[in-house]
């Protein structure tokens, strides 16, 4: 190698691809032969330790109840629990309204789910039970499928605009129920095939655009209890848009008394919350402001009977007790078994990444897969006893861990406080105003409201993001949260697809004094490797990029190889069509030279020579011509060679040997030949050779070897491989050596079940790193060489 590329030398052993097998077949071959009936014994044989693992990893409550220690975490998971409760019994009234169900099913939702989380869940932080988002599908799916209008009463022959509140409350609780356990079942099934990574296709901005857009949802949902109007059920896309058209004519008959009572509560909510904020550091639980409201609330409207003397609508009757298990109406699946879908993927999304969360400030794991099974087993569990859907909620989670709470024993507590409150405490609740738990639900989404912010955040770090978000919004806001979610996850990884599409492409360059090479455009201290391109792109090639990655390696290395190709192509065939121009041409006129012998032959009555053999022999073994991109030059003997070896030469000379003209040497323009009279032939290749340089160079280039840096490809199709293989094939037409660096193992397996090496494109082209590729082209190629394409054809159309 010559000094000048020593900069870029590091002593040590250049590493391929068929070294690296040479040492990876170093391992011991007598594991490798063992039999099939081997590795399945292997894997289904069954040992105590093996036994214990799984046990304990399908029921993770056993890693870690008996080492529970009641002086360390006793009264921490009590007053955690006690705190968690209060607020499981304001919320799931209220969200239970937004599920379109009677409030004591919100209790009864409050209950068991959290219980059976207990002994399948691995986090220990979260809080099971309602949460906002979850209850507006579910609510969604309810009034899809039992609206009033399919309960209303008949009077004799005339229909009244009375609805079956009983009979519509209790088909509404089946629809629900079923949703719920077709849901749980939906990620039991999941969490057993291993597809905890589902909720990874969700990603931030996906479900903030989407939690914001079901708040709009709730809010508009809760507007008929704060304005006290009966707005008609629209369902479909565009219901929302509907249902505040409906709103906003019935503005004028909004009920004063109940819209009072609405506004008092959330000024009082409000203001209680925000004192709660800025004392939290002084206090040892934070006020249970939500239960305190309802309690308040409960008592004057009993007192002052405000349902009868006002018409303001209250909860009614709650029954006491617990109701029996019952199976769901399965006859719903098929009309529910599309939302059931969302509501399992969109309550795993918000439970993994809430548990990944408190698991990561808290020091422990979270297993996906076994949260997808606890999850699920809550739901299906919780819906054979009339619940609905539940996922952790941030705040209720958020008082859990402040408060305190090291384990899921602040869970039981929590589902202890609502049992006692439904056996002996709901019946207390009956005067509640449902305008008050309308106001809970109002103020609780005030963390939603904030999550508009994000369009400005988005708008300064990530535009595809904000892009993303608004999809999300709009489509979950206009479609309903079924078609939304569907249609934003599916826009999502569109824009993956266009990222990866077109993504950046660089040449790379050498840093000096290290074995690094990086983007020679934001690094201006690299420097670039003589007669080597190193390109690199920033995503995987494969179908949906791969003809964009041809471009660019055309458009960064500056060779063209289409448009050269194309060209040799062509000059090819003009060549092969001269050739045999130029054959019938000598056979032509080895004819007529015949014929002239033949005649002075006849005429001069003696023989000088035999002309014929010697005149084909000749013809044949002399003839000689050279192409030339604007003019042609082919040369023919006008005479037989004389005895002392020479030839007369003719010349033909234009564009096209068919309209060439016949000509002698002295007429040849200066810079076409010196000479033709000679008795060399090595003279003449020469002289001819000097003809055609002057105007067959189109292309010029210094690119001996380009390196394509594979370091970024997790993967390749074979449409990648195909593509790979054309680079190589069509560079290699030219004269530049094209490999491969960087590559993954898992790349270069499947290269090789592709098909792609070859005797021609041996592994010796795939290199570990990019430096061990450049100092294998500055070995081998030597010094960087000035390339013209017509250097690439011979004067026979060959490569040189």
């Not at 109840?65 to 009234?93: A, E, F, N, T």
């Not at 990530?462 to 919004?473: F, G, N, P």
């Not at 970024?712 to 990648?720: C, E, G, K, P, R």
């Not at 990019?770 to 500055?778: K, S």
């Amino acid at each position: 190698m010559d000094s000048g590329n020593a900069e870029y030398c590091i002593q040590r052993e250049v590493i391929d691809e068929q070294r690296l097998k040479e040492r990876s077949q170093r391992m011991d071959h007598s594991q490798t032969n063992l039999p099939i009936s081997h590795w399945l014994k292997k894997s289904l044989s069954c040992s105590i330790p093996k036994l214990k693992r799984t046990i304990v990893g399908f029921l993770p409550v056993l890693s870690w109840l008996p080492r529970y220690s009641i002086w360390d975490y006793g009264m921490p998971d009590l007053i955690s629990g006690i705190s968690v409760g209060i607020m499981h019994l304001p919320q799931g009234m209220a969200y239970a309204l937004l599920a379109s169900l009677p409030p004591v099913f919100g209790l009864y939702t409050s209950l068991y789910p959290p219980l059976i989380y207990f002994i399948f869940g691995t986090s220990r932080h979260i809080s099971i039970g309602t949460f906002t988002i979850l209850s507006i599908m579910i609510g969604s799916v309810t009034e899809r499928l039992a609206p009033d209008a399919n309960f209303l009463i008949y009077n004799g022959t005339n229909v009244t605009e009375e609805v079956d509140i009983v009979s519509r409350d209790f088909y509404r609780v089946q629809v629900a129920a079923a949703t719920t356990v077709l849901g749980g079942l939906i990620q039991v099934v999941l969490g057993l095939v291993q597809f905890g990574f589902v909720g990874t296709y969700l990603s931030e901005p996906l479900v903030r655009g989407y939690t914001t857009a079901a708040s709009a949802h709730a809010v508009v949902a809760q507007l008929k209890y704060i304005l006290g109007v009966s707005p008609k059920r629209f369902n479909g896309p565009l219901s929302i848009v509907y249902t505040l058209a409906d709103l906003v004519r019935l503005l004028p008959e909004t009920h004063l008394p109940t819209l009072l009572a609405s506004v008092v509560a959330i000024v009082v909510l409000i203001t209680a919350k925000e004192l709660n904020n800025a004392l939290r550091h002084k206090m040892l639980v934070p006020i249970p402001v939500e239960l305190c409201t309802i309690v308040v609330a409960t008592v004057i409207s009993f007192y002052t009977r405000l349902s009868e003397s006002y018409k303001i609508s209250v909860v009614g009757e709650i029954p006491s007790g617990l109701q029996p298990p019952g199976v769901p109406n399965t006859r719903v699946f098929s009309e529910v078994v599309l939302d059931a879908f969302a509501i399992a993927i969109v309550g795993y999304a918000i439970s993994i990444s809430l548990g990944k969360t408190f698991a990561l400030k808290h020091g422990y794991k979270v297993e996906s897969n076994q949260e997808l099974v606890a999850l699920g087993l809550s739901n299906t569990v919780g819906g054979f006893f009339q619940c609905f859907s539940v996922c952790s909620s941030m705040s209720r989670s958020l008082i859990q861990e402040t408060t305190g709470g090291k384990t899921q024993i602040a869970g039981v507590v929590s589902g202890v406080i609502v049992l006692v409150t439904v056996l002996k405490l709901g019946s207390l609740f009956q005067e509640l105003p449902k305008a008050v738990l309308a106001a809970i639900v109002f103020v609780n989404l005030k963390g939603m409201f904030k999550q508009y912010y994000d369009i400005v955040t988005l708008w300064r770090s990530c535009k595809i993001d904000l892009l993303i978000w608004l999809v999300t919004y709009v489509c979950t806001v206009l479609f309903n949260l079924d078609m939304g979610l569907g249609a934003s996850m599916g826009f999502a990884l569109l824009s993956v697809i266009f990222r990866t599409q077109r993504p950046s492409y660089s040449l790379l360059g050498h840093l000096p004094g290290t074995e690094l090479y990086l983007d020679m455009e934001t690094h201006k201290e690299v420097r670039e490797v003589p007669g080597i391109t190193i390109f690199r792109s920033s995503a995987t090639m494969y179908f949906a990029n791969a003809e964009l990655y041809l471009e660019a390696l055309k458009k960064k290395s500056g060779l063209d190889i289409g448009k050269m190709l194309t060209y040799k192509r062509r000059q090819e065939a003009k060549q092969r069509r001269r050739e045999r121009r130029a054959e019938r041409r000598a056979r032509r006129e080895a004819k007529r030279q015949k014929r002239a012998l033949r005649e002075a032959s006849q005429r001069s009555k003696k023989s000088i020579f035999t002309v014929e053999d010697e005149v084909n022999g000749d013809i044949h073994r002399e003839l000689s011509w050279r192409e030339r991109e604007n003019s042609t030059v082919f040369v023919i003997p006008e005479t037989a060679r004389t005895s002392d070896g020479c030839h007369t030469w003719m010349y033909l000379k234009g564009t096209d040997p068919d309209t060439a003209t016949l000509g002698s040497v002295s007429d040849l323009h200066d810079g076409d030949t010196t000479t033709l009279d000679s008795s060399s032939e090595d003279t003449l290749s020469r002289d001819l050779e000097r003809v055609s340089l002057g105007s067959l160079g189109k292309w010029t280039w210094d690119i001996h070897s380009i390196i394509l840096d594979f370091s970024t490809a997790n993967f390749v199709d074979t449409v990648a491989i195909k593509t790979l293989r054309n680079i190589f094939h069509d560079f290699g037409e030219i004269d530049v050596d094209i490999y491969l660096a960087g590559c993954q193992a898992l790349v270069v397996e499947q290269l090789e079940r592709g098909g792609f090496f070859s005797d021609v494109i041996t592994e010796g082209r795939v290199f570990a790193t990019v430096h061990d590729a450049v100092l294998y082209c500055l070995k081998h190629r030597g010094a960087v060489t000035i390339h013209s394409y017509e250097n690439v054809l011979d004067i026979s159309g060959t490569r040189l």
